[in-house]
């Protein structure tokens, strides 16, 4: 009984260390274990693509190289994300990571933000494709950490086209209407997909803003959105394809994804859009062609550039670990998957010549190239997200047949300006 008993407390003894020896070696045992709050976009369109299986796949990559670190992460739709983010951050339950479209600088102006040396990599902050890091800056300092980004091209349909005997695809704005012209002579519903309603108006916007020699800003940053040849542009845009009917009847209630729909379904012959278009027009059976953006003298000099942000917020305090992950996401095959999946494009350099030099890249290789010198909302000024949402509720009136563009973009650039006044940016 005597020797039973020793033996049990033998037993319990090794248990009790080989317990005590597992808990130091394991953060998780002794709640040690940080947890990242991750909140994402979602970009895929149905459950066999959404974004959350890629995070997923890539936190169980992350966590087999850092298991001290845990990720949890939430994926919302493009059109809820802001206003989620925006609910945890007022309930004081701010996310460590976030993305968003371009809202980061009202956090950046509050002091929630770190900036991006504070948890980057020099390294890894140095990858990023220029032209983005500086769209990612608040007074100069960047804060918005670009995760993939989008240009704009011209996407036309092959057999439309040639049904209407048209051989290449235009350069410029009144070879484009000649070409809408010949385009309804041959029974074509909606020779130019314009959509200028609220989903996405601020693209479509500036496709013609740039065509047109303008844009939303002057060389020094500051609103010029009712601009000579800004007012001039859209001028043209209603006297010339609006009013004769060469695009849909009502361009101020048309989305994006209305528009885009149309091209899959052969009533649209053409229209700006973004390399995601590519896959639809591929399954939808239309044999399609991009081009740069026409302009009024000539094909654009540069292109509408749309990213998604990524921010980290300063309110869980842990900067160590956000940068660990963080350098772990911008690995080059990470942000090359990703970018592969949904048709976007990489915002690094390592990644985007990783995609340049792979013929499977093939598609996207325009769109990338026009990368460098894309032209990107001002995100930077607090001022942009209520700017967009004048813009949406009033830039379709212009070009109606009444629509005066000098009174609409008056109109934008005044509360633009009163809105940068009163944040001070």
Same mark, same amino acid.
């Given at each position: 009984?005597?020797?039973?008993?020793?033996?049990?407390?033998?037993?319990?003894?090794?248990?009790?260390?080989?317990?005590?020896?597992?808990?130091?070696?394991?953060?998780?045992?002794?709640?040690?274990?940080?947890?990242?709050?991750?909140?994402?976009?979602?970009?895929?369109?149905?459950?066999?693509?959404?974004?959350?299986?890629?995070?997923?796949?890539?936190?169980?990559?992350?966590?087999?190289?850092?298991?001290?670190?845990?990720?949890?992460?939430?994926?919302?739709?493009?059109?809820?994300?802001?206003?989620?983010?925006?609910?945890?951050?007022?309930?004081?339950?701010?996310?460590?990571?976030?993305?968003?479209?371009?809202?980061?600088?009202?956090?950046?102006?509050?002091?929630?933000?770190?900036?991006?040396?504070?948890?980057?990599?020099?390294?890894?902050?140095?990858?990023?494709?220029?032209?983005?890091?500086?769209?990612?800056?608040?007074?100069?300092?960047?804060?918005?950490?670009?995760?993939?980004?989008?240009?704009?091209?011209?996407?036309?349909?092959?057999?439309?086209?040639?049904?209407?005997?048209?051989?290449?695809?235009?350069?410029?704005?009144?070879?484009?209407?000649?070409?809408?012209?010949?385009?309804?002579?041959?029974?074509?519903?909606?020779?130019?997909?314009?959509?200028?309603?609220?989903?996405?108006?601020?693209?479509?916007?500036?496709?013609?803003?740039?065509?047109?020699?303008?844009?939303?800003?002057?060389?020094?940053?500051?609103?010029?959105?009712?601009?000579?040849?800004?007012?001039?542009?859209?001028?043209?845009?209603?006297?010339?394809?609006?009013? &004769? #009917?060469?695009?849909? *009847?009502?361009?101020? $209630? %048309?989305?994006?994804? =209305?528009?885009?729909?149309? !091209?899959?379904? +052969?009533?649209?012959?053409?229209?700006?859009?973004?390399?995601?278009?590519?896959?639809?027009?591929?399954?939808?059976?239309?044999?399609?062609?991009?081009?740069?953006? &026409? #302009?009024?003298?000539? *094909?654009?000099?540069? $292109? %509408?550039?749309?990213? =998604?942000?990524?921010?980290? !917020?300063?309110? +869980?305090?842990?900067?160590?670990?956000?940068?660990?992950?963080?350098?772990?996401?911008?690995?080059?095959?990470?942000?090359?998957?990703?970018?592969?999946?949904?048709?976007?494009?990489?915002?690094?350099?390592?990644?985007?010549?990783?995609?340049?030099? =792979?013929?499977?890249?093939?598609?996207?290789?325009?769109?990338?190239?026009?990368?460098?010198?894309?032209?990107?909302?001002?995100?930077?000024?607090?001022?942009?997200?209520?700017?967009?949402?004048?813009?949406?509720?009033?830039?379709?009136?212009?070009?109606?047949?009444?629509?005066?563009?000098?009174?609409?973009?008056?109109?934008?650039?005044?509360?633009?300006?009163?809105?940068?006044?009163?944040?001070?940016?």
């Amino acid at each position: 009984m005597q020797r039973r008993y020793a033996g049990v407390v033998a037993a319990g003894l090794v248990a009790s260390l080989l317990a005590t020896l597992t808990a130091c070696g394991s953060d998780d045992a002794q709640g040690d274990k940080t947890e990242l709050h991750l909140v994402a976009v979602e970009h895929g369109d149905r459950s066999g693509n959404s974004s959350k299986r890629y995070w997923d796949k890539l936190i169980g990559e992350f966590q087999f190289k850092s298991p001290g670190i845990d990720v949890k992460v939430e994926v919302f739709d493009r059109d809820r994300i802001d206003e989620e983010i925006a609910g945890l951050v007022e309930a004081g339950k701010a996310p460590d990571l976030a993305q968003t479209g371009g809202s980061f600088a009202g956090y950046a102006e509050k002091d929630k933000l770190y900036s991006a040396d504070e948890i980057l990599s020099t390294a890894t902050q140095g990858d990023f494709v220029p032209s983005l890091a500086e769209a990612g800056t608040v007074r100069r300092q960047q804060y918005g950490l670009p995760f993939v980004a989008s240009t704009r091209a011209l996407f036309y349909n092959k057999d439309l086209f040639a049904d209407a005997g048209i051989k290449r695809p235009p350069g410029t704005w009144e070879q484009l209407r000649k070409d809408a012209v010949a385009l309804r002579s041959a029974g074509v519903k909606t020779p130019y997909g314009l959509p200028l309603g609220p989903e996405d108006a601020e693209a479509e916007t500036l496709n013609w803003l740039l065509g047109g020699g303008g844009g939303y800003s002057d060389d020094g940053g500051a609103y010029d959105i009712d601009s000579p040849q800004n007012v001039q542009s859209f001028e043209w845009l209603r006297d010339k394809l609006v009013k &004769p #009917g060469l695009t849909q *009847p009502d361009p101020a $209630t %048309t989305s994006r994804d =209305d528009a885009y729909a149309d !091209f899959m379904n +052969g009533k649209v012959a053409m229209l700006n859009g973004h390399p995601t278009l590519m896959q639809r027009a591929l399954e939808s059976g239309v044999d399609y062609g991009i081009a740069p953006l &026409p #302009g009024r003298n000539g *094909p654009t000099k540069t $292109t %509408t550039g749309v990213a =998604d942000w990524m921010m980290a !917020f300063k309110q +869980g305090g842990h900067q160590d670990e956000i940068r660990t992950f963080l350098d772990f996401v911008y690995q080059e095959k990470n942000v090359v998957e990703y970018a592969d999946k949904y048709d976007l494009l990489p915002v690094t350099a390592p990644a985007s010549q990783a995609m340049r030099d =792979d013929t499977a890249h093939k598609p996207l290789w325009e769109f990338l190239d026009w990368l460098p010198t894309a032209t990107f909302y001002p995100v930077g000024k607090t001022s942009w997200t209520p700017t967009v949402r004048a813009l949406r509720k009033s830039i379709g009136t212009a070009v109606t047949d009444k629509g005066s563009p000098a009174a609409v973009l008056g109109q934008v650039q005044r509360s633009a300006t009163a809105t940068e006044v009163a944040d001070g940016s």
